[in-house]
């Protein structure tokens, strides 16, 4: 017995973390498949079994259309315009400025808040009555509107403009960390060659900044996915259900409308979601490692 602790220990040390991951991920998300295969309504029931006919009533609800879409726009928005803003200040700073670290923390501060605090500081902010658009109006442009937030064709970029604010500082780290990470020597060559900053950036240093901009991609789509908190304290889905998404979705159903099943399906779907992200970036980083 001794001899066998002393050749496997690690695993031994390992076992009750990786039982109880087994339990309570892997463990609940077989339970949650299961629910969603059931008629259950406040409390899971596992003798009303309806086969995959939530799945069925999810993709013929409106609701949940809106939501689905609004993840998509919401997500791709938000992508593009932090990965752009966060390449683009990361390169500034990378340019050995005065007060750098003070600049890279003003980046980063957000990223200390969670996503409540951040949705209640914007909601502030785009409040038409004591927020930018009230500020505008005292400097003397009366005729400013910033609605954003009642007008149900513009809130999603509330959303975009809170998240980015909240993630561009973890963007802006990992661009500049693998700037710096760039041989100087390409640097230099270019400089005696002549070839202007600019396109040293978009046809060399950019392209090999190509892992980084994959970790980026997964990180932020899967806060995406995952968003809920922001929705809820900016807009709470609202105008209407305009700014759904999936996750607020998910859990009106489960906790509002007492509709447990149909709230489990939303969650495998969104799950799929999720493994539909990781699973190339898990294949690219097992070929590069392998």
């Known amino acids: 017995m001794r001899r066998f602790l002393q050749r496997h220990v690690s695993q031994v040390a390992l076992s009750?973390?990786?039982?109880?991951?087994?339990?309570?991920?892997?463990?609940?998300?077989?339970?949650?498949?299961a629910v969603s295969t059931t008629n259950s309504k406040a409390f899971p029931r596992f003798d009303s079994f309806v086969g995959l006919e939530q799945y069925w009533r999810l993709f013929h609800t409106p609701r949940w259309h809106v939501a689905f879409t609004n993840m998509f726009l919401f997500g791709g928005l938000f992508l593009l315009v932090t990965i752009s803003l966060g390449l683009v200040i990361a390169i500034l700073i990378d340019q050995r400025i005065r007060a750098e670290s003070f600049f890279r923390s003003?980046?980063?501060?957000?990223?200390?808040?969670?996503?409540?605090?951040?949705?209640?500081?914007?909601?502030?902010?785009?409040?038409?009555?004591?927020?930018?658009?009230?500020?505008?109006?005292?400097?003397?442009?009366?005729?400013?509107?910033?609605?954003?937030?009642?007008?149900?064709?513009?809130?999603?970029?509330?959303?975009?403009?809170?998240?980015?604010?909240?993630?561009?500082?973890?963007?802006?780290?990992?661009?500049?960390?693998?700037?710096?990470?760039?041989d100087e020597d390409i640097w230099k060559a270019a400089a005696v060659d002549g070839i202007p900053a600019w396109r040293v950036y978009v046809y060399i240093v950019i392209p090999m900044l190509a892992p980084v901009f994959l970790t980026v991609v997964v990180l932020l789509a899967l806060s995406i996915v995952r968003s809920f908190d922001l929705v809820v304290a900016l807009t709470n889905g609202g105008p209407g259900v305009s700014s759904d998404l999936p996750s607020v979705f998910m859990f009106d159903m489960a906790f509002r409308r007492t509709n447990l099943g149909l709230s489990a399906a939303s969650?495998?779907?969104?799950?799929?979601?999720?493994?539909?992200?990781?699973?190339?970036?898990?294949?690219?980083?097992?070929?590069?490692r392998g």
């Open 16 to 33: 009750p973390s990786l039982a109880l991951i087994a339990i309570f991920l892997y463990g609940f998300i077989a339970y949650t498949a």
């Open 106 to 182: 003003i980046v980063m501060y957000p990223m200390a808040m969670s996503f409540v605090v951040t949705g209640i500081i914007w909601q502030w902010l785009l409040n038409p009555t004591l927020g930018i658009e009230v500020m505008v109006h005292q400097l003397g442009f009366t005729s400013f509107r910033l609605d954003w937030l009642t007008n149900p064709d513009t809130v999603i970029w509330a959303l975009v403009v809170a998240a980015f604010w909240q993630g561009c500082g973890l963007v802006m780290a990992l661009f500049l960390a693998g700037l710096r990470g760039i």
């Open 267 to 288: 969650a495998v779907v969104m799950l799929g979601t999720v493994l539909a992200i990781l699973i190339p970036y898990l294949y690219v980083e097992t070929r590069e």
